[in-house]
């Protein structure tokens, strides 16, 4: 067992120009995610070595070296430039975790192009916010999520290419186009675009309170955080097989399901194939993984199974266990000691910050709940929420701030100025979330500072939901707030007011609920409806969900004096 070293020397040893360094960019110089993750690796005498091995629900597998990712990511890159496609285009990844998915990320970097993905259980109408919205230009997709682009389509002039990786003998309609990954003549050499560290990279959307997604736009130097923290956080080793179960239609499985293992070399699995206690055990035991990146309601559902389900299976391989995306309860990490020996370490960050930036390391003391400490080279506070000054009281609750500049922040809200501006105060981007500080510098979650609904770490927007409930035609108002779940945290619960001529029903709910897992996603679905007369308002006519979320949750609402009808 090696020597980890302590926080404090972290923070001494630890910069970003390190990271700059060791991934041999000299400031100034062309920077590109994809030849970062793919030909500089070749060139380091790795070509032969294991990027990805990948496994789908009925076992199949596939196996990609790092010199297969090179030509592979090569390929996509040509068919991509061929069909037209500009630096700076946003081309999506509407992708189950298919190999196509993986590579095609890079395959898009190398062009210039700015890859979006998005998480393929979107219905037609979240899909078509995104793509509407970033005016994206192609679409790489499959065909079992055909229906949802086809649907769409007409309305989004800008859509030139819809890019099927299995199409087959179906028949393809006009924009459509087939393009297989394997089948392809393989393209050894493909010039690089050179972006540069400020060039635009990935668009990743995210739910705010207000209006719609929110397009946060990263560059191609977020690859120095991703790779730095890749390699310290999640203690990444040359000889580690690790696997991230984020999809990459959410950050997680970007920034340490692509970049971060790759930039450093890491082979990593992937099992496309949704939650299965069993067949979760059993992929960790068959792939021998050393390093696994998770989420608390995986960690949660696991738990249910008890620690006999584990025990069954040889879990040996695991080194280090790391989690995101919710609060890790402290049940959970002693768990975790109890079934693999080990504790899972919590990491917070955000689609916005890019990369992990509050963080238990190895090496360093875990206190079960706690989220630990900043990342050497971040700037993080607990905020007062009337001065924005930080708190100089241990355990008092504020609002978690980071000084900005770190590689990996995103630059801006996709044509969302205003929003974006209203992340930052006094010289801080503020997370939108609470947290308080212990007197050893370690930061302890409260809970989100808005409407946002953090579900199984998915975040959903309120509006979205809210939008796509007014589109039914019994529905007269609607709020959709959080409420509690044992498993995922929270789950959606819509209050719904009626319009005259409707009347409440168990079947009117379920035809709601439908309705919304199928336009926007599964997440977004309530899993309760409720019927109510009317819903509390401000004077001005806003409704305001605090009141209900607190109803949800039992706790004190607080100042009423503005609500109207409470
Ligand atoms: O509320 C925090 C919660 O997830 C939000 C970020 O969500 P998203 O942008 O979708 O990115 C998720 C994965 C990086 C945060 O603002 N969150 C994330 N990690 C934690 C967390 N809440 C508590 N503890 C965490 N470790």
């Given at each position: 067992?090696?020597?980890?070293?302590?926080?404090?020397?972290?923070?001494?040893?630890?910069?970003?120009?390190?990271?700059?360094?060791?991934?041999?960019?000299?400031?100034?110089?062309?920077?590109?995610?994809?030849?970062?993750?793919?030909?500089?690796?070749?060139?380091?005498?790795?070509?032969?070595?294991?990027?990805?091995?990948?496994?789908?629900?009925?076992?199949?597998?596939?196996?990609?070296?790092?010199?297969?990712?090179?030509?592979?990511?090569n390929?996509?890159?040509?068919?991509?430039?061929?069909?037209?496609?500009?630096?700076?285009?946003?081309?999506c990844?509407?992708?189950?975790?298919?190999?196509?998915?993986?590579?095609g990320?890079?395959?898009?970097?190398?062009?210039?192009?700015?890859?979006?993905?998005?998480?393929?259980?979107?219905?037609?109408?979240?899909?078509?916010?995104?793509?509407?919205?970033?005016?994206?230009?192609a679409?790489?997709?499959?065909?079992?999520?055909?229906?949802?682009?086809?649907?769409?389509?007409?309305?989004?002039?800008?859509?030139?290419?819809?890019?099927?990786?299995?199409?087959?003998?179906?028949?393809?309609?006009?924009?459509?186009?087939?393009?297989?990954?394997?089948?392809?003549?393989?393209?050894?050499?493909?010039?690089?675009?050179?972006?540069?560290?400020?060039?635009?990279?990935?668009?990743?959307y995210?739910?705010?309170?207000?209006?719609?997604?929110?397009?946060?736009?990263?560059?191609?130097?977020?690859?120095?955080?991703?790779?730095?923290?890749?390699?310290?956080?999640?203690?990444?080793?040359?000889?580690?097989?690790?696997?991230?179960?984020?999809?990459?239609?959410?950050?997680?499985?970007?920034?340490?399901?692509?970049?971060?293992?790759?930039?450093?070399?890491?082979?990593?699995v992937?099992?496309?194939?949704?939650?299965?206690?069993?067949?979760?055990?059993?992929?960790?035991?068959?792939?021998r993984?050393?390093?696994?990146?998770?989420?608390?309601?995986?960690?949660?559902l696991?738990?249910?199974?008890?620690?006999?389900?584990?025990?069954?299976?040889?879990?040996?391989?695991?080194?280090?266990?790391?989690?995101v995306?919710?609060?890790?309860n402290?049940?959970?990490?002693?768990?975790s000691?109890?079934?693999?020996?080990?504790?899972?370490?919590?990491?917070?960050?955000?689609?916005?910050?890019?990369?992990?930036?509050?963080?238990?390391?190895?090496?360093?003391?875990?206190?079960?709940?706690?989220?630990?400490?900043?990342f050497?080279?971040?700037?993080?506070?607990?905020?007062?929420?009337?001065?924005?000054?930080?708190?100089?009281?241990?355990?008092?609750?504020?609002?978690?701030?980071?000084?900005?500049?770190?590689?990996?922040?995103?630059?801006?809200?996709?044509?969302?100025?205003?929003?974006?501006?209203?992340?930052?105060?006094?010289?801080?981007?503020?997370?939108?979330?609470?947290?308080?500080?212990?007197?050893?510098?370690?930061?302890?979650?409260?809970?989100?500072?808005?409407?946002?609904?953090?579900?199984?770490?998915?975040?959903?927007?309120?509006?979205?939901?809210?939008?796509?409930?007014?589109?039914?035609?019994?529905?007269?108002?609607?709020?959709?707030?959080a409420?509690?779940?044992?498993?995922?945290?929270?789950?959606?619960?819509?209050?719904?007011?009626?319009?005259?001529?409707?009347?409440?029903?168990p079947?009117?709910?379920?035809?709601?609920?439908?309705?919304?897992?199928?336009?926007?996603?599964?997440?977004?679905?309530?899993?309760?409806?409720?019927?109510?007369?009317?819903?509390?308002?401000?004077?001005?006519?806003?409704?305001?969900?605090?009141?209900?979320?607190?109803?949800?949750?039992?706790?004190?609402?607080?100042?009423?004096?503005?609500?109207?009808?409470?």
């Amino acid at each position: 067992m090696r020597n980890l070293p302590s926080y404090e020397e972290l923070l001494s040893g630890l910069s970003w120009s390190l990271a700059e360094r060791e991934l041999g960019y000299q400031p100034g110089e062309p920077l590109n995610i994809g030849w970062m993750c793919s030909d500089r690796i070749c060139r380091l005498g790795q070509a032969d070595k294991l990027a990805l091995i990948w496994e789908d629900y009925l076992g199949n597998e596939k196996r990609f070296t790092f010199d297969d990712l090179r030509v592979l990511s090569n390929t996509i890159a040509s068919f991509l430039v061929e069909l037209g496609i500009q630096p700076g285009e946003r081309v999506c990844l509407f992708l189950d975790r298919v190999p196509e998915l993986y590579i095609g990320f890079v395959g898009i970097l190398k062009t210039g192009a700015v890859a979006q993905p998005l998480f393929s259980a979107f219905g037609d109408e979240s899909l078509f916010v995104r793509l509407a919205d970033a005016k994206t230009s192609a679409i790489i997709t499959q065909k079992k999520h055909l229906h949802k682009v086809r649907k769409i389509r007409e309305e989004l002039p800008e859509l030139r290419h819809i890019i099927v990786v299995d199409a087959g003998d179906s028949p393809l309609q006009a924009r459509e186009v087939a393009f297989r990954m394997e089948q392809a003549p393989r393209v050894e050499n493909f010039a690089v675009y050179p972006t540069t560290a400020e060039s635009p990279s990935v668009l990743h959307y995210t739910s705010g309170t207000t209006g719609q997604p929110k397009g946060a736009q990263h560059v191609h130097y977020s690859i120095v955080s991703q790779y730095l923290t890749a390699k310290i956080v999640l203690d990444l080793r040359p000889d580690d097989t690790y696997w991230c179960n984020a999809d990459p239609g959410w950050v997680t499985g970007t920034s340490y399901g692509i970049v971060g293992p790759w930039s450093n070399g890491i082979t990593q699995v992937v099992l496309d194939s949704g939650f299965n206690a069993e067949r979760w055990y059993e992929f960790l035991a068959k792939r021998r993984v050393t390093v696994w990146y998770s989420a608390p309601t995986a960690i949660r559902l696991l738990m249910k199974e008890g620690t006999d389900l584990p025990r069954k299976h040889d879990l040996s391989s695991l080194r280090y266990l790391a989690s995101v995306g919710e609060p890790l309860n402290g049940e959970a990490v002693i768990w975790s000691e109890e079934a693999f020996g080990k504790p899972f370490h919590d990491t917070f960050w955000q689609t916005e910050t890019g990369s992990i930036v509050i963080t238990n390391f190895p090496g360093m003391p875990i206190k079960p709940g706690s989220m630990g400490k900043p990342f050497p080279g971040i700037t993080a506070t607990v905020l007062n929420p009337r001065t924005y000054e930080p708190v100089s009281q241990p355990g008092v609750a504020g609002l978690i701030a980071l000084r900005p500049g770190w590689p990996s922040q995103f630059r801006y809200y996709w044509r969302n100025e205003a929003g974006f501006q209203a992340k930052f105060k006094n010289g801080w981007y503020l997370c939108g979330d609470r947290a308080s500080l212990d007197a050893d510098g370690y930061f302890w979650f409260m809970g989100r500072d808005d409407d946002v609904i953090n579900t199984g770490g998915h975040l959903v927007g309120p509006f979205e939901i809210e939008s796509a409930l007014l589109e039914h035609p019994a529905v007269y108002e609607s709020a959709a707030v959080a409420k509690p779940d044992p498993v995922n945290m929270e789950v959606v619960k819509a209050y719904v007011t009626l319009k005259r001529g409707y009347e409440p029903s168990p079947d009117l709910e379920l035809e709601i609920m439908n309705r919304i897992r199928k336009r926007l996603s599964p997440l977004a679905m309530p899993q309760e409806i409720e019927f109510v007369d009317s819903l509390p308002k401000t004077r001005s006519g806003k409704i305001v969900r605090r009141i209900l979320r607190c109803k949800e949750f039992h706790e004190p609402v607080g100042d009423l004096s503005t609500v109207m009808n409470e």
